[in-house]
C-alpha cells in the first residue's frame, strides 16, 4: 500500500483559481478521484476518472493528471465552495483516501 | 434517484460488534459494488471494504481486515457491515456508498446521510 499526499489547506479570494493536489506512488494507469466534503454532510463526488464531471457539478470544477499526481481545479472559486476536498485512488488493496485538504475562501 | 439510508445502533460498548445496515431505495443494486466509509471525528474518511451486489466478492482495508464482515440482501436491497471488538477507536461518523459502475475502487456516486457511532461503555 502508499499514502495519497494532500497539502492540509489551501487559501483563495473569491475569483482566484484554486489547485489542490494529490501525489502517491499510485500506479500511473489508476484513475483519481475527488470529494467535496462540507461539515455535517456526505461526501460529494466532484471528478471521477481523473477529469469527468458528474452531471450538475460546476464547470469550474476541473481536475486532471500527470505522473502520479492528480489535481483539483477550481476556477473563479466561490464563498460555498470552503469545504474539504479529498482525492481517492485504487491501491492494491482496495481503494485509498488522500488526508483532505481544507480550502478557505478569504 | 437512488438513495442510500445506514441504520443500526448509535452506542457500541468496547470490545463487542458494531452492525450497521445501508438501505438502498429508489434503484437496483446490481452490477454495482457497496462500500462502507468512516470519517472519526476531526479526522479524514478512511474506507472501510466493499462488497458486490450479489455476495461473490468482499475486500476490505487491510488495517480493518481481521475485524470486518460485509453482506448483501438483494431482495430487501440492504447490506451490511459487521466490526467486531470495537474500541474507542471506531468511534466515526460511518457512511454507505455506491461506486460508480465498474470497478470496486472506482469513486463513489451515491452516498447515505452518515450514522454516528460512539464507542463507550
Known amino acids: 500500500s502508499y499514502e495519497l499526499t494532500q497539502p492540509p489547506s489551501v487559501s483563495v479570494s473569491p475569483g482566484q483559481t484554486a489547485r489542490i493536489t494529490c501525489s502517491g506512488d499510485a500506479l500511473p494507469d489508476q484513475y483519481g478521484f475527488w470529494y467535496q466534503k462540507k461539515p455535517g454532510q456526505a461526501p460529494v463526488l466532484v471528478i471521477y476518472?481523473?477529469?469527468e464531471r458528474p452531471s450538475g457539478i460546476p464547470e469550474r470544477f476541473s481536475g486532471s493528471r500527470s505522473g502520479t499526481t492528480v489535481t483539483l481545479t477550481i476556477s473563479g472559486v466561490q464563498a460555498e465552495d470552503e469545504a474539504d476536498y479529498y482525492c481517492q485512488l485504487p491501491d492494491n488493496s482496495g481503494t485509498l483516501f488522500g488526508g483532505g485538504t481544507k480550502l478557505t475562501v478569504l | 434517484q437512488v438513495q442510500l439510508q445506514e441504520s443500526g445502533p448509535g452506542l457500541v460498548k468496547p470490545s463487542e460488534t458494531l452492525s450497521l445496515t445501508c438501505t438502498v431505495s429508489?434503484?437496483?443494486?446490481?452490477?454495482?459494488?457497496w462500500s462502507w466509509i468512516r470519517q472519526p471525528p476531526g479526522k479524514g474518511l478512511e474506507w472501510i471494504g466493499y462488497i458486490y451486489y450479489s455476495g461473490t466478492t468482499t475486500n476490505y482495508n487491510p488495517s480493518l481486515k481481521s475485524r470486518v464482515t460485509m453482506s448483501v440482501d438483494t431482495s430487501n436491497n440492504q447490506f451490511s457491515l459487521k466490526l467486531s471488538s470495537v474500541t474507542a477507536a471506531d468511534t466515526a461518523v460511518y457512511y454507505c456508498a455506491r461506486h460508480i459502475q465498474g470497478s470496486g475502487t472506482w469513486g463513489m456516486d451515491v452516498w447515505g446521510q452518515g450514522t454516528t457511532v460512539t464507542v463507550s461503555s
Open positions: 429508489g434503484g437496483s443494486m446490481n452490477s454495482y459494488y
Open positions: 476518472k481523473n477529469s
